[in-house]
């Protein structure tokens, strides 16, 4: 494929997984990401399902642990996987903490050096991943949705209020709801942001959501056993905005889950027949 590296193929419930790297012009460095082609895609392109992984992922982790690629071969979908962050940068202190800087770019173009220059995540998704999928893989460009787990959680609840209209269906697996509230947002945007709140908000879903920015209907689960559910993830801050606003929302909280891929495991079925329902439609 022009552009692309072919890192690794693999056949899987009759399409095929697949693990790839480019140039990006947006972030000066390459960049990986994962693609599930389905077996419906031999008769021409199909809907897409962008999938954010979380802090310390990469483009394989949800690829090789959620167990989505059963049922997106059922429906049709292509699963696309970015990696969460550029890699080796050059910037030392990026690699310092596990919550900031390498595998944690929180989708977001970064405006503070030294991240300035190369954390530019939603750019490369929006403005040079998506049309480099519709050039080299059979993707429907019309036809594209958004889900995500924790930092990813945040990542599709976050574009697709920002970019009203890209994104047909969204979903979320225990996302971080209101980053500007706790511990890992507030690194994070100190960090890339520096201490603009106005920017910050820009990237928080409930400040978007009480500012006027508006979705498709949301479908989030979140485990009631998540050791952040309290202190990172603030699922009921989403709740009241959506419930204030008019943004429809299904909130479920399941007892005995907790943050992990044993919880995206159990759930993930639905989340893809949600966004089939409107993708494959």
Same mark, same amino acid.
């Not at 494929?1 to 009759?14: A, K, S």
């Not at 460095?29 to 895609?41: D, E, H, I, S």
């Given at each position: 494929?022009?552009?692309? /590296?072919?890192? &690794?193929?693999?056949?899987?419930?009759?399409?095929?997984? !697949?693990?790839?790297?480019?140039?990006?012009?947006? *972030?000066? #460095?390459?960049?990986?990401?994962? *693609?599930?082609?389905?077996?419906?895609a031999a008769k021409g392109p199909?809907?897409?399902?962008?999938?954010?992984?979380? #802090?310390?992922?990469?483009?394989?982790?949800?690829?090789?642990?959620?167990?989505?690629?059963?049922?997106?071969?059922?429906?049709?979908?292509?699963?696309?996987?970015?990696?969460? +962050?550029?890699?080796? /940068?050059?910037?030392?202190?990026?690699?310092?903490?596990?919550?900031?800087?390498?595998?944690?770019?929180?989708?977001?173009? @970064?405006?503070?050096?030294?991240?300035? !220059?190369?954390?530019?995540? &939603? +750019?490369?998704?929006?403005?040079?991943? +998506?049309? #480099?999928?519709?050039?080299?893989?059979?993707?429907?460009?019309?036809?594209?949705?958004?889900?995500?787990?924790?930092?990813?959680?945040?990542?599709?609840?976050?574009?697709?209020?920002?970019?009203?209209?890209?994104?047909?269906?969204?979903? @979320?697996?225990?996302?971080?709801?209101?980053? /500007? &509230?706790?511990?890992?947002?507030?690194?994070?945007?100190? !960090?890339?942001?520096?201490?603009? @709140?106005?920017?910050?908000?820009?990237?928080?879903?409930?400040?978007?959501?009480?500012? !006027?920015?508006?979705?498709?209907?949301?479908?989030?689960?979140?485990?009631? &056993?998540?050791?952040?559910?309290?202190s990172q993830l603030r699922p009921?801050?989403?709740?009241?905005?959506?419930?204030? +606003?008019?943004?429809?929302?299904?909130?479920?909280?399941? @007892?005995?889950?907790?943050?992990?891929?044993?919880? $995206?495991?159990?759930? $993930?079925?639905?989340?893809?027949?949600?966004?089939?329902? /409107?993708?494959?439609?």
């Amino acid at each position: 494929m022009d552009g692309i /590296t072919t890192l &690794e193929e693999h056949r899987c419930f009759d399409g095929m997984q !697949g693990f790839y790297e480019h140039a990006s012009r947006e *972030v000066g #460095l390459p960049m990986r990401f994962g *693609v599930y082609v389905p077996p419906q895609a031999a008769k021409g392109p199909r809907p897409v399902l962008y999938c954010l992984a979380g #802090l310390t992922c990469n483009e394989q982790t949800f690829a090789i642990k959620a167990g989505a690629q059963q049922h997106a071969a059922r429906h049709g979908l292509v699963l696309v996987t970015p990696d969460t +962050s550029p890699r080796n /940068t050059g910037v030392g202190e990026a690699d310092a903490d596990w919550d900031f800087g390498t595998a944690a770019g929180f989708y977001l173009d @970064a405006t503070r050096e030294p991240y300035a !220059g190369r954390w530019r995540m &939603e +750019s490369w998704l929006m403005r040079e991943l +998506s049309p #480099l999928l519709q050039a080299q893989f059979p993707v429907r460009g019309d036809r594209a949705g958004i889900l995500g787990h924790s930092m990813g959680g945040h990542g599709a609840l976050t574009l697709a209020l920002r970019h009203p209209g890209r994104f047909s269906s969204v979903s @979320a697996l225990a996302p971080i709801c209101a980053p /500007t &509230e706790v511990a890992w947002g507030r690194k994070a945007f100190l !960090g890339y942001l520096g201490e603009d @709140a106005d920017a910050w908000a820009r990237h928080d879903a409930v400040r978007l959501i009480e500012g !006027g920015a508006r979705a498709p209907a949301l479908l989030v689960d979140q485990g009631l &056993e998540d050791q952040f559910l309290a202190s990172q993830l603030r699922p009921e801050r989403l709740e009241a905005a959506c419930a204030a +606003s008019g943004q429809p929302l299904e909130l479920r909280r399941h @007892a005995g889950y907790d943050h992990g891929y044993f919880f $995206i495991a159990s759930f $993930i079925a639905d989340h893809i027949e949600h966004h089939a329902r /409107t993708l494959c439609a």
